[in-house]
């Protein structure tokens, strides 16, 4: 709907988190590192999905599993990008 609608010129990038922050391992706070790096990159543009380390595009994305980390999947199994490290791949 978004990448429909507004037809960004600036990157947008939606994140989320499956694990709650009262967890020993919470995912959401590295999601957001991801996400505002993924915004920073030179180049960047459109709607995307940031989590686990993996950028989808917004029009390909679905959520494949109910308790992963990983939870989304591109419907075409290929990913726009990756973060890694901090750095967008």
Same mark, same amino acid.
């Given at each position: ?8 010129? =600036?990157? *947008?990038? /939606?994140? +989320? ?5 009262? #967890? /020993? +391992?919470? @995912?959401?706070?590295?999601?957001? &590192? ?5 915004? /920073?990159?030179? $180049? +960047?543009? $459109? %709607?995307? %999905?940031?989590?686990? $380390? !993996? ?5 390909? %994305?679905? =959520?494949?599993?109910? &308790?992963? *980390?990983?939870?989304?999947? #591109?419907? @075409?199994? #290929? /990913? *726009?990008?990756? *973060?890694?490290? $901090? !750095? %967008?791949?």
């Amino acid at each position: 709907f978004l990448h429909r609608v507004l037809a960004p010129t =600036k990157p *947008v990038v /939606l994140t +989320a988190a499956m694990r709650p922050a009262t #967890s /020993l +391992a919470p @995912d959401g706070p590295q999601n957001l &590192y991801d996400a505002v790096q993924l915004a /920073l990159a030179p $180049g +960047a543009a $459109g %709607v995307v %999905v940031s989590l686990a $380390g !993996r950028v989808h595009d917004a029009i390909q %994305v679905r =959520k494949t599993h109910s &308790y992963r *980390v990983d939870a989304f999947e #591109s419907s @075409d199994g #290929s /990913l *726009v990008a990756r *973060v890694e490290e $901090g !750095r %967008v791949r």
